[in-house]
């Protein structure tokens, strides 16, 4: 135990519930940092903890069960986490009105992932955010880099947005083509990245992540 966060080591799944129960006090919150196990040892889990902070290497099995919990806990997960900066830069797009305006002629999203369950959950997010038209399509390809994402490109043939890692690997660097809009490009330095960083912003937070829930949903469901 190292100030007031706790490991479980060696224990049978079975026992999760119980070891929780036993350490958790009900005059503070509780937040459980899970690195992995079989999905349903979380049915007992999010009615014990107020936020499950997902973290799996392999995210899927885990994500379908969670998506059927969100009722009885708040759950968030690490990738989300990493993906803060990207979501919000690409939400800021549409705060220009002409990207607003080209919402309907945005065809296809390209991103450029080492880590796939990543971008399926960006690509999820953005779906279940905006309205495209009917035919728009979501291509992952292998990046270049060993970084989480290294670039994401929302586009028709003529339009596009785009985010990409810089060169120095230090930044985010956004670029904006659309009609009417005068094409420009800026950069904005990364946030920390780090686990620690990472950690401590999801628990700053206590409230259900209603985006992270539908994107969630509609990845489990596709």
Known sequence: MAGN????????????????????LSSLPTVVWWRG????????????????????????PIWKRA???????????????????????????FDIPEV?????????????????MSARLFAAWLQSSMEFQAGFTVEVVE??????????????????????????????ETEVSVHGHRSASRLVSLRDQTLTGLLTEELRIRARDAAFERALTRLVSA
């Open 100 to 116: 607003l305006a080209a919402t309907a002629d945005f065809s296809r999203l390209t991103i450029a992932a080492s880590d796939g």
């Open 5 to 24: 966060t706790v490991a479980l080591h060696g224990l049978p799944p079975a026992y999760f519930n119980n070891a929780v129960a036993a350490l958790r």
């Open 37 to 60: 196990g079989r999905p349903d040892t979380l049915d007992g889990l999010a009615g014990l903890a107020e936020r499950i902070v997902l973290d799996d290497d392999s995210p899927e």
């Open 67 to 93: 998506a059927t919990l969100f009722e009885g806990s708040a759950f968030s997960d690490l990738r989300w986490a990493r993906l803060t900066q990207w979501r919000a830069l690409m939400a800021h797009f």
């Open 143 to 172: 990046g270049a880099t060993n970084a989480l994402i290294d670039e994401v490109r929302l586009a028709d043939h003529e339009q596009q947005l785009v985010i990409r890692v810089s060169a120095h690997r230090t930044c985010l």
